[in-house]
Nanobody
Framework: QVQLVESGGGLVQPGGSLRLSCAVSGLKGYFSAAWFRQAPGKEREGIASILAFGAKVYTSFMEGRLTISRDDAENTVDLQIDGLLPTDTAIYYC??????????????????WGQGTQVTVSS
């Protein structure tokens, strides 16, 4: 039984940074993970993925502001977001998949989801 719990969201001023964390239970070892976000009235969109074999994939529309990593000892998948903009305001979700070759930031290829953590960027 896989469970994902996101944390680290909150209220941040434009230009600030956040580090989101996804705690993974019930799943160890070789798996791919990704971060998605969903703003009010918009579809869920993938923003970063770390694949089981080590590759990292980032969405182009967030430029160079993302860093995804995993901590095997703590069994977490973390996402650093720099240079936050008001348009980054959304609920951020962590997801995992056991697919060997998932499409990195396609939500349809992920089958385990957390409840999300709210990120609000406002002055």
């Amino acid at each position: 039984q896989v469970q994902l719990v996101e944390s680290g969201g909150g209220l941040v001023q434009p230009g600030g940074s956040l580090r989101l964390s996804c705690a993974v239970s019930g799943l160890k070892g070789y798996f791919s993970a990704a971060w998605f976000r969903q703003a009010p009235g918009k579809e869920r969109e993938g923003i970063a993925s770390i694949l089981a074999f080590g590759a990292k994939v980032y969405t182009s529309f967030m430029e160079g502001r993302l860093t995804i990593s995993r901590d095997d000892a703590e069994n977490t998948v973390d996402l650093q977001i720099d240079g936050l903009l008001p348009t980054d305001t959304a609920i951020y979700y962590c997801a995992t998949t056991s697919r060997e070759t998932p499409r990195p930031i396609d939500p349809n290829d992920y089958d385990n989801w957390g409840q999300g953590t709210q990120v609000t960027v406002s002055s």
